[in-house]
Every structure is written in C-alpha cells, then in structure tokens.
C-alpha cells in the first residue's frame, strides 16, 4: 500500500522537526497530513500508520541504505586539497546514564566536504562497544580518497590515524593538546626553522 522512499522521507521530516520514536512520527503525520498528501502524493491518498511506521524501521535494513546514500553522496567529483571534516555528534535521545561517568549513547561520525556542503560517509557507532578512534580509521580507508585534507579534532592526534592518512596518499589538519607537551615543542621548533628557511630562501633571492 505504502512506497517505502516515502516512508523513509515522512520518517526523516519528522526527526528534523523533533518528532522522534514511532508514535511521535505518527503525531507528525496527524498534524501535516494535508501538506504531506499534496507534496508526497501517496497512492489513494493514504499516508503510513504508526504501525506501518514501526514495522518498516524495524525490518529496515541500515547497512544497505547507508550503503545506497554514500552512493548518491559520490555522484559528485571530490576535488584535490578538498577539506573533509571529520566530526562526530551524539544521538541524544539515545543516551543513558546521563549523570555519570558511564554514559553509553550512540554518535554519528560523519565525512563533510566543506566547500560542497556535503556528507560524503557517515557510520553510527555505540560508546560502549566501541570508540570514535578505530571508526575514524576505518573511515578513512574506507573513502578510497587521494590528495585531500582531512581536518580532525584533537582526540585523533594518535600516530596510527596520522600515519594512515599519510599512506592513502592524503594530508591532514589535527588539533594537537597542550597537555602534549613534547609535541607541542617539536611543532613550534619545526615551524621557526621552517619559517628562518624561508626568509634566507628570499634573501638569497
């Protein structure tokens, strides 16, 4: 009776404007259903029930449908020295244990190329299976992206993840602590050499 794209976008209008779990999605159907016929033109005019709602997201199968959208997001041509922002943000209806240290949510960590405006990867992941360092890896393999840089927060200042990026053949912008003293003093003493380089370089010309 119901066209699932249609479903899939009742279900996704009704996130944005707040509307979130079946029930809420059904109340957001009630109260638009006159702008939702005409935009979405459903067959007979019906509009899916809280329990269509229910049932399609819970036989949905994710995996395939993120697979379909990061197919769509690739239509368009990624430029060299595109900026892909690395981010995460966390679902927060889904977080338990608000109030103490073992907080368990799930985050969305996401690609975005800047100057596009666009997601080109996104995998949600549950804190308490796992962390937003070893999808970040995976993310980045996962691309299959050449000579773009990839800007990332400083919870990624690691080795293993710069090193990765490196060999893909990419560059990167991290954030680095000041906690990372060593670091910190290796950075500094690298940029005036490279900086007293430039100057001589000049001066000779």
């Not at 804190?127 to 980045?140: G, R």
């Not at 000579?147 to 919870?155: S, Y």
């Not at 990765?164 to 954030?175: E, G, L, P, Q």
């Amino acid at each position: 009776m119901h066209e699932l794209p249609i479903i899939l976008i009742i279900v996704l209008m009704a996130i944005m404007s707040w509307f979130t779990g079946e029930r809420a999605m059904w109340d957001f159907v009630k109260k638009n259903k006159k702008e939702l016929r005409k935009v979405l033109k459903p067959k007979k005019w019906h509009l899916p029930s809280y329990q269509t709602i229910d049932a399609v997201l819970t036989k949905l199968w994710y995996k395939k449908m993120i697979e379909k959208f990061i197919k769509w997001a690739w239509q368009e041509e990624i430029n060299e020295m595109e900026h892909i922002a690395i981010d995460w943000k966390a679902i927060w209806w889904t977080v338990k244990n608000a109030n103490n240290e073992r907080q368990e949510y799930i985050n969305i960590v996401s690609a975005f190329m800047t100057k596009n405006k666009k997601v080109i990867w996104l995998k949600a992941i549950n804190t308490k299976k796992e962390n937003e360092i070893p999808a970040v890896k995976e993310l980045i393999e996962m691309l299959w992206l050449k000579w773009v840089v990839f800007t990332i927060d400083a919870l990624h200042c690691q080795k293993d993840t710069t090193e990765k990026i490196v060999k893909s053949w990419n560059h990167y912008i991290i954030w680095v602590k000041w906690n990372q003293k060593k670091l910190q003093k290796k950075i500094k003493n690298q940029t005036k050499k490279k900086s007293y380089d430039k100057i001589r370089i000049k001066e000779k010309k």
